[in-house]
């Protein structure tokens, strides 16, 4: 297992960044996502997909290339690699935004890198997602700024959110009702919890 996180960069909008890759983390390009690469002046370690958004392939770069009709986005072919590579920890880039279908499929992306025992962080403009499974996560006291909470799969139970303004203990929270949405920072640590099932967690940033 990796110490070292894992950064992804796909082909849809991107909106800088918010996280800096150390020298030490790996960074993958999920075909056009490259683009945005060499916008910040980051070197990928690999450039991976079907290239049907990049028609031009630096030749002093790794490069792997899968057809186009496959299961895996791009961005979930870089995220099982990242998995298989030791990685627990991730950034998603360029993976909101635009086409909607490809949002709605990083949102669960962030689902399975949960299941899978990792954590996701998939940023969008001004904002950034991420998703917990069976387990905890604490956001740092703010004086302001709106976080939400939704059911991401089957209902969750033994959901607890206290330090925000509306705070709930051992309920549970459907897939079917958007309960969770636009809680607010009160100046307090916001400490989420869920027993039995998956968290879908976004917070604007500062």
Same mark, same amino acid.
């Given at each position: 297992?990796?110490?070292?996180?894992?950064?992804?960069?796909?082909?849809?909008?991107?909106?800088?960044?918010?996280e800096?890759?150390k020298?030490?983390?790996?960074?993958? #390009?999920?075909d056009?996502?490259?683009?945005?690469?060499?916008?910040?002046?980051?070197?990928?370690?690999?450039?991976?997909?079907?290239?049907?958004?990049?028609?031009?392939?630096?030749? &002093?770069? &790794?490069?792997?290339?899968?057809?186009?009709?496959?299961?895996?986005?791009?961005?979930?072919?870089?995220i099982?690699?990242?998995? &298989?590579?030791?990685? !627990? !920890?991730?950034?998603?880039?360029?993976?909101?935004?635009?086409?909607?279908?490809?949002?709605?499929?990083?949102?669960? #992306? $962030?689902?399975?890198?949960?299941? #899978?025992?990792? !954590?996701?962080?998939?940023?969008?403009?001004g904002?950034?997602?991420?998703a917990?499974?069976?387990?905890?996560?604490?956001?740092?006291?703010?004086?302001?700024?709106?976080? *939400?909470?939704?059911?991401?799969?089957?209902?969750? !139970?033994?959901? *607890?959110?206290q330090?925000?303004?509306? *705070?709930v203990?051992?309920?549970?929270?459907?897939?079917f009702?958007?309960?969770?949405?636009?809680?607010?920072?009160?100046?307090?640590?916001? &400490?989420?919890?869920? %027993?039995?099932?998956c $968290?879908? %967690?976004?917070?604007? $940033?500062?």
């Amino acid at each position: 297992m990796s110490d070292a996180a894992c950064f992804i960069f796909g082909s849809g909008p991107f909106y800088g960044l918010v996280e800096i890759p150390k020298p030490t983390d790996r960074i993958l #390009a999920a075909d056009g996502g490259y683009r945005h690469c060499v916008k910040v002046g980051l070197q990928p370690n690999l450039i991976l997909g079907d290239f049907d958004s990049l028609d031009h392939l630096p030749p &002093e770069l &790794e490069s792997k290339k899968f057809p186009v009709e496959k299961d895996d986005t791009d961005t979930m072919l870089a995220i099982k690699l990242g998995l &298989e590579l030791g990685h !627990r !920890r991730f950034h998603l880039y360029g993976g909101t935004g635009g086409r909607m279908d490809h949002t709605l499929a990083n949102l669960q #992306a $962030l689902a399975y890198l949960a299941q #899978a025992g990792a !954590r996701g962080y998939l940023y969008d403009e001004g904002y950034v997602f991420t998703a917990i499974r069976n387990g905890h996560l604490s956001l740092p006291a703010r004086n302001s700024g709106i976080f *939400s909470v939704f059911c991401l799969g089957a209902e969750a !139970r033994g959901v *607890s959110v206290q330090g925000g303004q509306y *705070s709930v203990l051992d309920s549970a929270l459907s897939p079917f009702f958007p309960l969770g949405v636009s809680n607010h920072f009160q100046g307090l640590p916001v &400490e989420i919890d869920v %027993i039995d099932g998956c $968290l879908l %967690i976004g917070w604007e $940033l500062d």
